[in-house]
T-cell receptor
């Protein structure tokens, strides 16, 4: 089955530690995105990538880093510089066609808690 | 600055009571306007894509419409299973996909 897989589903991090969230897709999509969702809030864009080996900062990139070495994979690292990392993290992918945007499909999310 | 704003934040309806959700957008070179449904603790589920003003899409009790500045999600005769958070998103010409804060809908039997 084609889709987007995020792992792990739940993650606990001690203060001062870096942690990496995994996102893999087998939809052959070019574009991938990372969002953060806080309780009762919408989705805020952290980073996005339209093509392999290229990515752009979103609205809340501070304290996060990404890489896009393969088309299928877009891991997100939450660094110790992120002051309030406890949140629900969502990864998405889409296949943008020239001139139009196409719908993005989401993984089931990773819930990160700082302990 | 690219921005998407949804209203109301929360909406309570009786079963069968129709209503509309609003999504206002300011985006550089709109490449698409999207509606999603999100259930608690899960990833958003795609509903509709709209590309140009005047376009409409329908699915069961839901109909999405688009103008040059807004999109509406009309819910006709809702059922309790329609209870969820509805998210609106806009794709800009830079490739950004920007979401609004969502409208949480509760439909009581």
């Amino acid at each position: 089955d084609g889709g987007i897989t995020q792992s792990p589903k739940y993650l606990f991090r001690k203060e001062g530690q870096n942690v990496t969230l995994s996102c893999e897709q087998n939809l052959n999509h070019d574009a991938m995105y990372w969002y953060r969702q806080d309780p009762g809030q919408g989705l805020r864009l952290i980073y996005y990538s339209q093509i392999v080996n290229d990515f752009q900062k979103g609205d809340i990139a501070e304290g996060y880093s990404v890489s896009r070495e393969k088309k299928e994979s877009f891991p997100l690292t939450v660094t110790s510089a992120q002051k309030n990392p406890t949140a629900f993290y969502l990864c998405a992918s889409s296949r943008p066609a020239q001139g139009v945007g196409t719908e993005a499909f989401f993984g089931q999310g990773t819930r990160l808690t700082v302990v | 600055e690219d921005q998407v704003t949804q209203s109301p934040e929360a909406l309570r309806l009786q079963e069968g009571e129709s209503s509309s959700l609003n999504c206002s957008y300011t985006v550089s070179g709109l490449r698409g306007l999207f509606w999603y449904r999100q259930d608690p603790g899960k990833g958003p589920e795609f509903l509709f894509t709209l590309y140009s003003a005047g376009e409409e899409k329908e699915k069961e009790r839901l109909k999405a419409t688009l103008t040059k500045k807004e999109s509406f999600l009309h819910i006709t005769a809702p059922k309790p299973e329609d209870s969820a958070t509805y998210l609106c998103a806009a794709s800009s010409n830079t490739g950004k996909l920007i979401f609004g804060q969502g409208t949480t809908l509760q439909v009581k039997p």
